[in-house]
């Protein structure tokens, strides 16, 4: 593990976090819904932690619910911004207002089959990013995108969550890092992916590859966020300083455009 809290960040960015308000709707998702989450638990868990930013991504509990990333953005500073989910029906009017709220991106759920069309998701990609130069992030097991990786490589600006989740799948990971493709740390307690060899095969192919994030409060993973995740990282990159910084803070704040 890292020798000490000196080979740490000095700064973090979490890439990804849900917050689960229940003071708007929830949607059953395989017959579970989660407990709630707000902005207090979120920093009750992270406190004394170096973070000065994230983005809140909606989880597939939240639907198309807008309402609750609005109310939560507006809570925070501009420091923390948001992934939302949107139909394929959703208008350019409807996306232009969002992006007012610090919105970045839409999350596209292929893990739990909720989307497939995959040729549709890639135009869809190109259409918010003319529109508000927002990016696809998608939720997969990356044992399922060897058909798609061709097509996915064509979208202006992608990511992926939680290294692919299958540690059979990296190669494919590693095939769209190859690609421009960014690839957040996230979710160590749900991926079955080796994290200190996918971290270091992803930074060596590209040094603007990875993004940290808790995946906080960690819905339906087998463990949530330990500060021990942060030194699994931190050694997987031979705690070289401007590595450490990339992965922690660098990569995501000029993905996400947010400034410190």
């Avoid at 949107?86 to 089959?113: C, F, M, W, Y």
């Avoid at 869809?124 to 061709?150: C, N, P, Q, T």
Wanted: contains cysteine.
């Amino acid at each position: 593990m890292a020798k000490s809290r000196e080979q740490w960040p000095s700064t973090i960015i979490d890439s990804h976090l849900h917050i689960y308000d229940d003071a708007f709707p929830l949607i059953e998702n395989q017959g579970r819904l989660p407990d709630p989450f707000s902005i207090d638990d979120y920093q009750r868990m992270v406190r004394g932690l170096p973070i000065d930013g994230g983005v809140i991504v909606s989880g597939s509990f939240q639907g198309f619910e807008q309402r609750y990333l609005k109310a939560a953005l507006d809570k925070l500073d501009d420091n923390f911004v948001g992934v939302t989910q949107l139909p394929g029906s959703v208008s350019d009017k409807q996306i232009t207002e969002l992006a007012k709220h610090r919105i970045r991106g839409v999350r596209v759920n292929l893990k739990r089959g909720i989307h497939r069309d995959i040729k549709g998701i890639v135009e869809f990609g190109k259409r918010i990013w003319d529109l508000a130069g927002w990016h696809l992030e998608i939720y997969v097991d990356s044992r399922e995108i060897d058909d798609m990786i061709e097509t996915l490589i064509k979208l202006p600006k992608l990511s992926v969550d939680h290294l692919g989740m299958s540690k059979s799948g990296l190669s494919q990971i590693r095939r769209l890092a190859e690609n421009g493709v960014k690839v957040k740390a996230s979710g160590f307690g749900r991926t079955e992916v080796n994290v200190k060899a996918a971290v270091k095969s992803l930074y060596d192919i590209d040094p603007s590859c990875l993004m940290f994030g808790t995946d906080l409060p960690g819905t339906r993973s087998n463990r949530s966020f330990e500060p021990s995740d942060i030194d699994t990282i931190v050694e997987a990159l031979d705690g070289d300083r401007e590595a450490v910084n990339n992965v922690f803070s660098e990569n995501a704040k000029a993905f996400y455009q947010i400034t410190v």
